[in-house]
């Protein structure tokens, strides 16, 4: 049988929920048994390949990057999951959306005390006007609240998947676990 | 001493059934006491054991055979007969939905919460399974006051079920709490919308801290998930108040 093609994105988050991911420990080891990672910030592969069985998304979709990311990545995956609070809901980049990108930019770069204020501008994506969870961009099929889910989450929700089954986590992780 | 009794008619005791179970009880008890005294597990947020009931969060909702409309259990009276249901799918569809409203009308981010872990909303969200928002986030920008030298208030983390309101009236007496606004307006305001710190009402008893559900009204100096509070003593207060008339 062949192994089952897993990815991780990482879009807005803090790499905490890859942290968690790499936490798994020497399970990782069992897991690669099982499937192949063949995209993530973990690895070097360049595009993101076809026909992927289960992508986790760690971060909240904020560029219009993220955006494109997604969108080609929910179309190339077969089981698309929400890994962590900010793909879920937001989190901690959605809190700029109570203010304008030009306010968010503007405190960010123009406001300090700075020798040369400048707002970047050239090879950076733009910023959205809100900051959006995972499932209000493309449809998402499982989500996993934490911050992060631990490795025990990831690992129990990973194995459920790819034995065909869709882990039920309401009584093991929650927003901010 | 009393000089009169409260009330010369002692309440009545009707039988009725909750989820088709027997159940009788006074007719002065709530639904939601009747319940509870039978281990029938219904959830509430705006409730508090201690304060008046006032059926603002719809958490409790239940089903009354006979009645179209749904009732908050907490201020629901028992009558002869009566048949309630406390779950089903309805009833789980409406109380997700009213979570997820008060998630996407506040700003809540829970892992930066002083709350976090010792949050009534986010086990509630929990317990009824809303691990996600459907709706569009509000993404209101609202005001935090740290104006008091123990306490902050931090409007994005209210979700207005008016426990700090009823603690400050009916149980300190000093009526610093109030609402103003209607509807998605609504706002929990200290005296005349007036900078807490500068209140020449508020007393500093802290009792709206220990009953906020969420993490905002809480004290100062709290890291994430350092804000633990203990509310039991709202309902020993009142019955002790009570026993000595």
């Avoid at chain 1, 807005?12 to 690669?32: I, K, N, P, Q, V």
């Avoid at chain 1, 690895?43 to 494109?68: H, I, M, Q, Y």
């Avoid at chain 2, 789980?92 to 949050?119: D, K, W």
């Avoid at chain 2, 086990?123 to 609202?142: N, T």
């Amino acid at each position: 049988m062949s192994k089952a093609k897993v990815a991780t994105i990482w879009l807005d988050g803090c790499s905490g929920c890859h942290m968690s991911f790499l936490d798994m420990d020497e399970r990782l080891l069992e897991l690669a048994e099982v499937m192949d990672l063949v995209y993530s910030p973990l690895v070097d592969f360049k595009d993101f390949p076809e026909a992927v069985d289960v992508t986790l998304v760690e971060g909240a979709v904020s560029s219009e990057e993220d955006r494109e990311k997604i969108i080609k990545v929910r179309a190339r995956t077969r089981l698309l999951v929400a890994l962590g609070d900010c793909a879920v809901a937001g989190n901690v980049p959605a809190m700029r959306n109570a203010f304008k990108v030009k306010e968010v930019i503007g405190r960010a770069y123009l406001e300090d005390d700075l020798t040369h204020p400048q707002a970047p501008h050239i090879h950076v994506p733009p910023l959205l006007v809100k900051v959006k969870p995972v499932h209000q961009v493309v449809k998402v099929d499982l989500v996993i609240p934490g911050c992060p889910p631990s490795a025990n989450i990831i690992h129990y929700a990973v194995t459920e998947l790819l034995a065909g089954r869709t882990p039920d986590l309401s009584n093991l992780t929650r927003f901010g676990a | 001493m009393k000089a009169t009794p409260k009330s010369i008619n002692a309440p009545r005791v009707v039988t009725l059934k909750i989820n088709g179970q027997d159940i009788s009880g006074r007719e002065d008890e709530s639904i939601l006491d009747l319940a509870r005294e039978n281990n029938i597990f219904i959830p509430t947020l705006c409730h508090l054991d201690g304060l008046t009931d006032i059926g603002a969060c719809r958490l409790c909702l239940v089903e009354v055979q006979g009645m179209n409309k749904l009732q908050p259990a907490c201020v629901l009276r028992p009558s002869e007969g009566m048949e309630v249901n406390t779950d089903s799918p309805r009833l789980q569809r409406y109380r997700r939905m009213v979570i997820e409203m008060l998630f996407a009308e506040g700003n809540h981010m829970c892992s930066v919460c002083v709350s976090n872990g010792h949050c009534d909303l986010q086990a509630a969200a929990q317990i009824l399974g809303m691990d996600h928002v459907r709706l569009d986030y509000f993404s209101k920008p609202r005001t935090l006051d740290g104006s008091h030298p123990r306490f902050v208030f931090d409007e994005n983390r209210c979700i207005l079920c008016t426990r700090c309101v009823r603690v400050c009236a009916e149980v300190e007496g000093a009526f610093t709490w109030g609402v103003m606004g209607r509807g998605i307006d609504s706002r929990v305001i200290t005296d005349m919308d007036e900078r807490w710190g500068e209140s020449t009402t508020c007393t500093g008893c802290s009792k709206c801290v220990a009953v906020c559900p969420t993490g905002a009204i809480v004290d100062k100096g709290k890291g994430a998930s350092e804000m633990v509070k203990h509310r039991e003593f709202v309902a020993m207060l009142r019955e002790q108040r009570e026993r000595e008339g």
